[in-house]
């Protein structure tokens, strides 16, 4: 009996942990769409392939999360692990997600994917919206990206502000 309940919350468990990515998938698509309309947004509207690659990135977007190994922890975050799995999670979350901005701190150089990874970056935290964008800048500014990346993050960020995102 122990056995098939521990089956039943783990299903339980995985569908709702499924449920909530698509959540966020969902919002994450809804931004990309009220982007395509904003201003200062014409250097990804107004090229088709610019465009399709984020759009690809959103709806790829933290695939990593159904790997064994994040799902095992991020699906019961009160689950029985390990500090060590844990860490071991997170850095498979990061390692496999370049919008992550650890993944970007020896970019230089502002590519085309580098910008989009920060947008995509910037979308993802608007998805969660858990801080005021005034705390945003911030939290920019102390991180170890080249400056390249800090001022391109900042810009946008405006870019979000100034079109008045409501999410």
């Given at each position: 009996?122990?056995i098939?309940?521990r089956?039943l919350l783990?299903r339980?468990l995985?569908?709702e942990?499924?449920?909530k990515i698509?959540?966020?998938k969902t919002?994450l698509?809804?931004?990309?769409r009220?982007?395509?309309?904003w201003k200062d947004c014409?250097?990804?509207?107004?090229d088709?392939?610019v465009m399709?690659n984020?759009?690809?990135?959103i709806l790829?977007h933290?695939?990593?999360?159904?790997?064994?190994i994040?799902?095992?922890?991020?699906?019961?975050?009160?689950?029985n692990y390990?500090?060590?799995?844990?860490?071991a999670?997170?850095?498979?979350?990061i390692n496999?997600n370049?919008h992550h901005w650890?993944n970007?701190?020896?970019?230089?150089?502002?590519?085309?994917?580098?910008?989009l990874?920060?947008?995509e970056?910037l979308?993802?935290?608007?998805?969660y919206k858990?801080?005021?964008?005034?705390?945003w800048?911030?939290?920019i500014?102390n991180?170890?990206?080249?400056?390249?990346q800090?001022?391109?993050?900042?810009?946008f960020?405006w870019?979000?502000?100034?079109?008045k995102?409501?999410v």
């Amino acid at each position: 009996m122990k056995i098939i309940k521990r089956f039943l919350l783990n299903r339980k468990l995985k569908k709702e942990y499924k449920r909530k990515i698509l959540e966020h998938k969902t919002k994450l698509i809804q931004i990309f769409r009220e982007l395509l309309q904003w201003k200062d947004c014409d250097w990804i509207t107004k090229d088709l392939d610019v465009m399709n690659n984020l759009w690809y990135r959103i709806l790829e977007h933290d695939d990593s999360l159904y790997d064994k190994i994040e799902m095992k922890i991020f699906k019961n975050p009160d689950g029985n692990y390990s500090q060590e799995e844990y860490d071991a999670a997170v850095q498979h979350h990061i390692n496999n997600n370049d919008h992550h901005w650890e993944n970007r701190v020896d970019d230089q150089i502002l590519t085309l994917q580098t910008k989009l990874a920060c947008v995509e970056n910037l979308l993802d935290w608007m998805s969660y919206k858990t801080a005021p964008y005034e705390e945003w800048f911030t939290f920019i500014e102390n991180t170890k990206l080249p400056e390249i990346q800090k001022n391109f993050m900042k810009e946008f960020m405006w870019v979000i502000i100034n079109n008045k995102m409501e999410v």
